[in-house]
């Protein structure tokens, strides 16, 4: 996006469908907000994506958890098992 005295100005025109429903709450929240609803989709868009980035599971802190709470779960045996995978996977990969 480029600003042009304050204004942005946008450079990417994109096309898509939605069905009905959609289409609806699309133009329900434009009134609502007071925005366009090309603004309603940029703002919904970057919401999603930062509570995506805030639920990304660490899956080895997560084995690490369940490992140190016990739960019937060898510490030692857990962090060994963490180490197995994580170079299986780097042998996967190639790397």
Request: negative net charge; glycine residues 6%; proline residues 3%.
């Amino acid at each position: 996006m480029v600003c042009n005295d304050g204004m942005p100005i946008m450079t990417h025109r994109t096309t898509f469908a939605l069905d009905e429903a959609t289409a609806q709450r699309l133009k329900r929240l434009a009134a609502r907000w007071k925005v366009s609803q090309a603004e309603v989709v940029r703002r919904s868009v970057e919401q999603a994506e930062n509570l995506n980035k805030a639920e990304d599971p660490d899956p080895a802190a997560m084995l690490r958890a369940l490992f140190a709470s016990g739960g019937g779960l060898d510490l030692e045996k857990g962090n060994a098992y963490i180490a197995e995978v994580y170079e299986d996977r780097k042998h996967w990969r190639g790397e």
